[in-house]
């Protein structure tokens, strides 16, 4: 195994053939499924009929999907794949010889196209299945701009109405954000706003907020519910997403087994949990089947730690507590991490897919703090080449830790981290980090209470 591994190539692409063509539902392996998600006004499990409302028919049977193993990819998403796909399994060689380690790293590059992440492999999915379904546009949120961007690119192609709240704060903050998804035809607005019921009822209550995510997905709902032919889709946390995102973790399987390699431990970073569920998808089937023991990381920002300090409970995903409740690892639908946080993740609950592996103990957790995550960005920055998104960073901080234990306990373990993005529209944050003003600030166990006390009684 360790001959094969020195001959691995600094780039390691498939060929076409090669590329998945089925993605993979690891739903279908997991002995206890996700729990389902609820509605709302109910409490009772939503049926296909009622997520029909909200999704795209296609979308909401594969979000209640446990069992199918493989659901073929579209040819028409398998054509826009192979516009950007695949991505390169990069190996590491200059971090692993600057960090003087016997650890092996790969990382897994999802910023080679437009949008900068990994969010277009779902994108085109989702804007797939509503061209198809015959709906005229679609309503979401984004808050640092990467989802919102790559559904703009995704909706052009597909010749379809993209409308995008963007959270107030980031609107502001990153006007070639939205000159980017108004280049491919997508309309912008910043959120709250006064476009809808709950962004004006936010506003009326408080008139100067920056917004938050949660807000932005209620909006978004309820612009698609206002119109016909519209649908919301939404761009981590659901089974769908990370259904669409295991295209990362085929690719990467099927390139490591190129060179007959097994990762030790696999490494991403976690805000809704799409890149991460992703990524992991088909090595963590081994590990469910017995066939292997393989370590698997989630990093999340400390001052938004959903995994490590919040609870698993059913919540609301959104601040107007109008989309489904789920049973999740949650901080509490009115967290908001502190404003001097730069480093994205910022959502208050997590996959439930990969909850439920936490809880399982499939799955382990880390959080970092936010000047560390910057450093990890700017020595890999200076070692890789690449300038990463500061939530992608998360995932180089923790890979090098592991790597400079390695060197420690002098095992050549064979790390693999999701490099989920570029970090060209963060620089007022990579600013903030030069400047010295960026602060770490890490929410009380007061604060986590507060919201926490908001979680529904069910
Ligand atoms: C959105 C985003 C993430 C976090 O989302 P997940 O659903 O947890 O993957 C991470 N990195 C980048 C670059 C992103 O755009």
Redesign the pocket.
């Known amino acids: 195994m360790s001959n094969a591994a020195t001959q691995v190539p600094y780039k390691i692409y498939l060929r076409e053939d090669q590329m998945p063509k089925a993605w993979y539902n690891l739903r279908a392996d997991m002995k206890t499924k996700p729990a389902p998600l609820l509605n709302p006004g109910t409490g009772k499990p939503m049926t296909e009929q009622e997520l029909s409302a909200v999704f795209c028919q296609k979308l909401a049977r594969q979000e209640l999907d446990n069992d199918t193993t493989y659901v073929p990819i579209p040819e028409k998403i398998l054509n826009f794949y192979k516009m950007y796909r695949p991505s390169p399994l990069v190996r590491a060689y200059c971090l692993e010889k600057k960090l003087n380690t016997p650890a092996r790293i790969f990382y897994k590059f999802?910023?080679n196209n437009t949008s900068?992440?990994?969010?277009l492999n779902s994108a085109i999915a989702q804007a797939y299945y509503a061209k198809q379904q015959g709906l005229k546009g679609v309503t979401t949120e984004t808050g640092?701009g990467?989802?919102g961007t790559a559904l703009s690119m995704a909706c052009a192609y597909l010749g379809l109405d993209c409308r995008v709240y963007m959270v107030k704060v980031s609107y502001a903050q990153k006007p070639y954000r939205r000159e980017v998804m108004r280049t491919y035809g997508a309309q912008v607005i910043p959120s709250p706003s006064d476009t809808t019921a709950v962004g004006r009822e936010i506003l009326s209550r408080n008139p100067d907020t920056s917004g938050s995510l949660g807000c932005a997905i209620s909006e978004a709902v309820e612009a698609s519910r206002a119109e016909t032919g519209y649908r919301y889709v939404l761009?981590?946390?659901l089974n769908q997403?990370l259904l669409h995102?295991s295209v990362i973790g085929l690719e990467t399987k099927a390139a490591l087994d190129e060179y007959g390699i097994r990762p030790d431990l696999i490494i991403?970073?976690?805000?809704?949990?799409?890149?991460?569920g992703g990524l992991i998808a088909p090595f963590m089937a081994e590990r469910l089947r017995g066939e292997s023991d393989c370590r698997f990381l989630a990093v999340e920002p400390a001052s938004c730690p959903s995994l490590t300090r919040g609870v698993f409970a059913y919540d609301f995903t959104d601040t107007g507590r109008i989309c489904p409740m789920a049973k999740m690892y949650t901080l509490g639908s009115d967290f908001i991490p502190a404003p001097n946080h730069a480093g994205?993740?910022r959502y208050h609950g997590m996959?439930p897919i990969l909850s439920q592996l936490y809880h399982d103990e499939y799955l382990e957790a880390v959080a970092v703090p936010q000047r560390e995550v910057f450093q990890a960005a700017e020595a890999f920055a200076r070692t890789e080449g690449i300038l990463p998104?500061p939530?992608?960073s998360h995932a180089i901080k923790t890979a090098i830790d592991e790597a400079l234990r390695c060197r420690e306990t002098g095992e050549a373990k064979n790390i693999v981290f999701g490099l989920?993005?570029t970090g060209y529209f963060d620089l007022a944050a990579y600013q903030r980090f030069h400047d010295g003003t960026l602060t770490d600030s890490i929410p009380s166990d007061e604060d986590l209470a507060r919201s926490l006390e908001k979680l529904p009684k069910l």
């Open positions: 999802e910023g900068g992440s990994h969010k640092a990467q989802w761009g981590s946390v997403v995102q991403g970073c976690a805000g809704g949990g799409s890149n991460l994205g993740l996959s998104a939530e992608s989920t993005g």
